[in-house]
């Protein structure tokens, strides 16, 4: 991640950003296959300087999947803020603001156009080159380690409008330590809603 002069990092050093979770006529999510890498991820980006979240949102769907409007529907945005950390060893001393994290808008978006309007021509440096359609809760496995919680709390909060009846069940093999972290951020951000 290298901080461009019209991202926007807050005092605290979190990049604005928005992350996207693409589901479609089956309740599949979308995953990306990141160029040169093994690394799967939903498509994210930064906002730029007084750029709104669902104007960034659409300019990332764009860049990042080759997607427009009309290939969605808006099913929901969180609430709030989701934040991560970035470990030392992925945060960049010398870069001027110093940026140690991100703050991100999750969307949740319903395919509604073909799969194959999908493409990763729409800008000069695509991320991803092939796309999967996942269960529910595989993405929290699927994305580097640091974004996990991220995944889960928006996973969570935004779920239900693809799931009314209830989210599926967590996987029976998730380590007990992240069902135990999980259940803790989102008991803390329940409470902060209310």
């Keep these: 991640m290298v901080a461009m002069s019209n991202d926007w990092i807050d005092a605290e050093g ?12 089956d309740r599949k999510l979308m995953l990306g296959g990141r160029i ?10 930064g906002m730029l300087q007084g750029e ?7 300019r990332e769907l764009y860049e990042e999947v080759g997607l427009v409007e009309a290939d969605v529907e808006v099913l929901g945005v969180t609430s709030d803020w989701l934040r991560y ?12 603001p110093l940026c140690i994290g991100q703050k991100q808008h ?15 021509d729409r800008c000069n440096q695509p991320e991803f080159d092939r796309v999967r359609w996942v269960d529910f809760w595989r993405p929290v496995n699927e ?12 996973l969570h909060e935004l779920g239900h409008s693809v ?10 093999w998730w380590p007990r330590q992240w069902t135990s972290v999980f259940d803790k951020d989102i008991s803390k951000s329940e409470h902060e809603s209310e």
């Design 106 to 120: 999750w969307f949740l978006l319903r395919l509604v156009s073909d799969n194959d309007a999908i493409r990763f």
């Design 36 to 45: 040169d890498s093994k690394g799967w991820q939903f498509p994210q980006g």
């Design 143 to 154: 994305v580097i380690y640091f974004k996990r919680r991220v995944y889960a709390r928006a």
């Design 85 to 96: 950390e970035l470990p030392d060893k992925f945060v960049r001393r010398h870069s001027k």
């Design 14 to 25: 979190y990049r604005a950003n928005v992350g996207i979770i693409l589901v479609n006529s």
């Design 163 to 172: 799931h009314p009846e209830g989210l599926p069940k967590r996987p029976r």
């Design 52 to 58: 709104e979240p669902v104007e960034a949102m659409f």
